[in-house]
């Protein structure tokens, strides 16, 4: 059952003379319960789309329907209050510094579930507890403690308002390696518990692949495809998703089709040509792609791509 679905999203920056669309029309669901993860390239906007699906930033234009209502319409804003949270890369983004650790995770306790203070402050023990964290860090400052540590606090504090949905951008990457498997292995525990559903933002395709039902491709503030993390990682479709397979020691051997390399570099998101962003780096390229503007379609169960060389009847 669809969570959240969000239509036409786009996102500007700048002013008149120096506007850059960063978000350039995203169509997206996410089902209760589901991981969907999404990747692409440093600057593709998957950090600017998450903040969107967070509230953390307004939209341009677009719809986003949470439980039936398109909360970026003013009257319907209370709806997601609380229920779509976010864990940043780095946890001291999201956590003060003045603050004590039980203070942070019994905040949204009290301002959201309305609890007085003693009884937030329980609370927040068991939220600690739940994130495997000792009692003994309830008292500390965030200056005292690990990053891993951190991110247990943001993520305490984040299950506290009991969100529906997690935007979770690259959770593990500010971490030390030895503790990624860790925080993913209670990520997944939380997930299961409290059937919370991930909006999973990673470089880590071994990674995204494991935990993610599906997997979004992001190239220039588009999704350019599409599908269960099975069938993407098989039968990866779009020259830009077979560009970042065949890059990845891990998959590059795997993929059945042949291998693709990209020319050139990613245009400025000030500078995208009209028709398929990705016409002067791709080896498929043709007329039409620089005179239409492609759509991402289904083109097998669940598996949508946008590319005229892979779908030359749309
Ligand atoms: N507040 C802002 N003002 C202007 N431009 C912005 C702003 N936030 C993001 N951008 C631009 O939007 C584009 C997408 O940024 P974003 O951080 O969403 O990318 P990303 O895919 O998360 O990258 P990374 O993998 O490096 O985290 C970049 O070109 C960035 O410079
Ligand atoms: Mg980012």
Redesign the pocket.
Known sequence: MQLIEIKAIKKN??SKKKL?T?IRGVDLFIDRGETLGIV?E????????GRMVAGLIKPTSGEMIFDGHDILQKSHREQARGRIQMVFQNPVQSLNRQLSVGDQVAEPFRLLGGLGKSLAFERARLALDRVELEDKYFDRKPSQMSGGQLQRVALARALASKPDLIVLD?PTASLDKTIHAIIISLLLDVQQEFGVSYLFIT?DLTLVRSISQRVAVMYLGRIVELATADELFKNPLHPYTRALLSAAPTFGKQIHRERITLKGETPS?KAIPFGCSLQDRCPLVHDRCRSEVPRLVEVNQGHQVECFAVNPGV
């Not at 440093?42 to 789309?49: A, I, Q």
Request: proline residues 0%.
């Open positions: 920056f700048g850059a960063v692409g440093s600057g593709c906007g998957k950090t600017t789309l690259e470089h998101a």
